[in-house]
């Protein structure tokens, strides 16, 4: 049976992600930095652990219990939207520490074990900025584009040992927490010069209309990178990823 580790499963696509492969019969290590059994089917495949991407002892705690991973799915992240001079350089350490050096540490404490097996797969979900440039984002993005950028490096230097690495890139998700994980990262002295730009930029994180991601479309796209070697590096998840993925935007 093989068995899937996905981080970040409290809510939105981690949540989905772990839904899904044990749906299908996968066993799912679904992490979390407060465990709540609540939120998915009870089942003798599913087991819920505490982990902070951002503390070494948490990492190497949680994959010492997951025993023998065969894919990762590196999904913890926080948002942010802000101008750059309304965010303290604290506040953008603790992003780039959950969304680029958790992924590369929770990958970093795999990887050995993948490696011995001569399988596995290590699955990184970013986001649809990377495709586009948007205001106000140019903190979260940099931590996203990092990882992408990470991703297709260091599955050049896995590829020798039958080990992949993929890339999830969904588009905006109105349904998930984002919205207000963003906003509340949104530096308290919002210069007023930003404020026109600030309040369309939240409106459209939060608009309903239009082509948008789901997180069973993120789900699908992690499930592919797990199972078909033959995916492409880039899966955008969301009828808007895809548009933009097929437009060329980079």
Not at 116 to 138: C, D, E, K, W
Request: glycine residues 8%; contains cysteine.
């Amino acid at each position: 049976m093989n068995t899937v580790l996905v981080t970040g499963c409290s809510s939105g696509f981690g949540l989905e992600i772990a839904r899904y492969f044990l749906e299908r019969d996968w066993r799912v290590i679904a992490t979390m930095r407060t465990p709540r059994e609540d939120l998915l089917p009870a089942s003798d495949r599913l087991r819920v652990l505490a982990l902070d991407v951002t503390d070494d002892a948490s990492i190497a705690a949680a994959v010492a219990a997951a025993g023998p991973i065969d894919a990762l799915v590196n999904n913890a992240g926080v948002g942010m939207v802000s101008p750059l001079e309304a965010v303290a350089m604290d506040q953008i350490r603790e992003l780039f520490e959950t969304n680029t050096l958790g992924t590369i540490a929770m990958t970093q404490a795999v990887l050995p074990q993948m490696r011995a097996r001569g399988s596995g797969v290590v699955i990184n979900v970013t986001s649809g900025v990377t495709f586009q440039p948007l205001h106000l984002m140019s903190i979260y993005t940099a931590s996203k584009a990092a990882v992408n950028a990470f991703t297709e490096s260091l599955a050049l230097e896995l590829e020798p040992f039958g080990v992949r690495a993929r890339i999830v890139i969904p588009g905006r998700a109105p349904e998930t927490p984002f919205g207000a994980n963003a906003r509340s990262r949104m530096g308290a002295e919002l210069p007023q010069a930003y404020a026109p730009v600030a309040a369309q930029v939240m409106a459209r994180v939060s608009q309903q209309g239009g082509e948008i991601t789901r997180s069973i479309d993120v789900a699908e796209a992690a499930w592919r990178a797990a199972t078909d070697p033959a995916a492409p590096m880039r899966i955008p998840a969301g009828a808007d990823a895809v548009a933009r993925a097929n437009a060329g935007l980079r």
